[in-house]
């Protein structure tokens, strides 16, 4: 066998999420599963992390091992194109070390969210979130509470079943671009939903429902003041470094 890393993009609008499931076949793994096995391929991908349902990937990283006679990666790359919908592109492939684990060897992931203030339109609604109004200048500054290392216990989804919550966020900024605010976020790893409840918190605060200070408090584990989990279509997955 030779394992190789696979780089692809995916819209999220189209599956059930990315992990394998058992009462569905519409998520990313299972596409992906199904085009690998028609090549004659049988091992199974494995991700650098699940992204939930309507959850997008700009460059979503999955390492498999390929059986002996799949020695031409550009041949593979040209016959996946052709056995996966278009929601799903296969950006690069490349070969690595058999000890090369898309997930446990990732260092860092980054997610980017997407908002919009206005009305949502039928072109933009799976990919971007709207609102009606954005105080972009409370967002930049109060995102930057986000960097460092914390106990994100009051920044995950109930019904997780991870129990070590502390994780480290390196970058944590906003920018406005060609009228969308674009939110970033790079970090040693995320507990389930984080993202969308930290976003969550952050458009409280630009309704002026909650403040800096409170956002503080909660990252301290003091107290929650906001659950908000902030829509699922803005949210990417760009990029994993390893």
């Not at 339109?121 to 995102?143: G, Q």
Request: hydrophobic letters at 35%.
């Amino acid at each position: 066998m030779n394992r190789v890393k696979l780089t692809l993009s995916y819209n999220g609008a189209a599956f059930m999420g990315f992990q394998s499931q058992t009462t569905t076949d519409n998520t990313v793994v299972g596409t992906l599963h199904a085009a690998f096995k028609r090549l004659g391929i049988d091992s199974l991908p494995v991700g650098s992390g699940r992204t939930d349902r309507g959850v997008h990937a700009t460059r979503q990283v999955i390492h498999l091992d390929l059986p002996p006679y799949w020695q031409d990666l550009r041949k593979l790359r040209e016959m996946l194109a052709l056995q996966l919908p278009s929601s799903i592109r296969i950006r690069r492939i490349e070969p690595v070390a058999d000890d090369f684990h898309a997930r446990y060897g990732a260092r860092v992931r980054s997610y980017r969210y997407v908002l919009k203030a206005g009305e949502s339109n039928p072109f933009e609604a799976d990919f971007v979130t709207f609102v009606p109004r954005l105080d972009e200048k409370a967002i930049i500054d109060a995102i930057s509470l986000f960097e460092g290392e914390h106990d994100f216990e009051l920044f995950k989804k109930s019904g997780s079943d991870t129990t070590h919550y502390v994780r480290t966020i390196f970058r944590a900024y906003a920018y406005s671009h060609r009228g969308y605010l674009i939110l970033r976020f790079d970090a040693n790893g995320f507990l389930r939903s984080q993202i969308r409840l930290m976003v969550g918190f952050l458009l409280r605060i630009s309704e002026g429902k909650a403040t800096k200070e409170q956002l503080q408090d909660q990252l301290s584990c003091r107290y929650r003041h906001c659950s908000d989990l902030a829509p699922h279509n803005g949210l990417y997955l760009s990029r994993v470094n390893y």
